[in-house]
């Protein structure tokens, strides 16, 4: 997912993607309608909470990990809504004992 192409994810993500939205396009949908719902500068984030992945929004430098949320990817939204591009986050694990 990036504005020069990248494929389709795949793997866990994938399955991930699969399990909450039927279809990566209805995903792609899903997230776009998100990020075109967003007032002025923000970002639209798939993330995982622990158990699943979702799609959230979020207003101007504010980051979904304040929330105890895992980005997985983020597309960021300008306040013109003529461009949107969609960056893939480094996805992070960390193990609590």
């Known amino acids: 997912m990036s504005p020069d192409g990248g494929g389709?994810?795949?793997g866990k993500l994938a399955r991930a993607i699969r399990e909450t939205f039927r279809t990566i396009d209805l995903f792609r949908e899903t997230m776009e309608a998100a990020a075109m719902s967003t007032f002025g500068s923000g970002w639209a984030w798939l993330v995982h909470d622990g158990t699943r992945v979702l799609?959230?929004?979020?207003t101007n430098q504010d980051c979904p990990i304040s929330d105890g949320?895992?980005?997985?990817?983020?597309?960021?939204?300008?306040s013109?809504?003529?461009t949107s591009?969609?960056?893939?986050?480094?996805r992070t694990t960390s193990r609590r004992g």
């Open 55 to 58: 799609i959230v929004t979020t």
């Open 80 to 82: 013109t809504r003529t």
């Open 85 to 90: 591009t969609t960056r893939t986050v480094a």
């Open 69 to 78: 949320l895992t980005p997985c990817s983020a597309s960021t939204c300008g």
């Open 8 to 10: 389709e994810p795949d």
